[in-house]
C-alpha cells in the first residue's frame, strides 16, 4: 500500500518546516523600512508599471502642449525639463530600492545555502554510517565471503568538511615557469 500524495514522509516535512521558518525568520527580522523597501519593489516591478510610467510621460508632454495650444502658459515647456528631472530622479530611487532588496535577497539565499550544505554534510555523514554498516554485516554474514573492499572502507569514512574547505579555498600552486 502506498502514502498518500500530499504525505511527504517526517524528514522531507521537517525540510519543508525549516525552509518555511527560514522565510519566516527572514520577514520578521525585517526593519520596518526593508519592509517599505521591498513593498514598494513588488509594486514597481510589475510589467503594467511600464505601461503606468509611460502613460504618465505622454500625459504629462500632452498637457502642456494641449496648455500652448490653448494660449496658456505651459508649466514644463519643451524640453520638459522637469519631466526629465522627475525621471531621473526616479530611476536614481529605483535603482536604490532594487539594490536595497537586492541585499535583503541575498541574505536568505546565503542562509538557504548554510541550510542546504548543512543538510548535505549530514546525508554525507548518514551515507557513510549506512556503508559502516552493510560492510560490518558483510563481514559478520557466514554465507558472505569476507575480504576487503578499499572503496567501501573510503566510502564508510565521513568526509572531513575541514580538509574539504581548506581544499576548496586554497590557491592552485603556481604553474612553472
Known sequence: MSAPAD??????????LSMAKLRAEHRENAT??????????????????????SALIVGWVAFNLALAA??????DPPPFAWL???VSMVALYMAVLILVSREREDLLSRHREMLLLELAILSEEKIAKVIQLLEESR?????????????AESMGRAAD???V???????????PA
Open 70 to 75: 490653448l494660449g496658456f502658459h505651459m508649466i
Open 139 to 151: 563481514r559478520d554474514n557466514p554465507l558472505i565471503h569476507d575480504r576487503r573492499d578499499a572503496d
Open 7 to 16: 504525505d511527504h514522509g517526517v524528514h522531507i516535512d521537517g525540510t519543508i
Open 84 to 86: 526629465e528631472g522627475a
Open 32 to 53: 520596518p523600512m526593508q519592509s517599505l523597501v521591498e513593498t514598494m519593489v513588488k509594486a514597481l516591478r510589475r510589467p503594467r508599471v511600464v505601461g503606468e510610467i
Open 161 to 163: 568538511t575541514r580538509r
Open 165 to 175: 574547505l581548506d581544499a576548496i579555498t586554497e590557491k592552485p600552486p603556481p604553474e
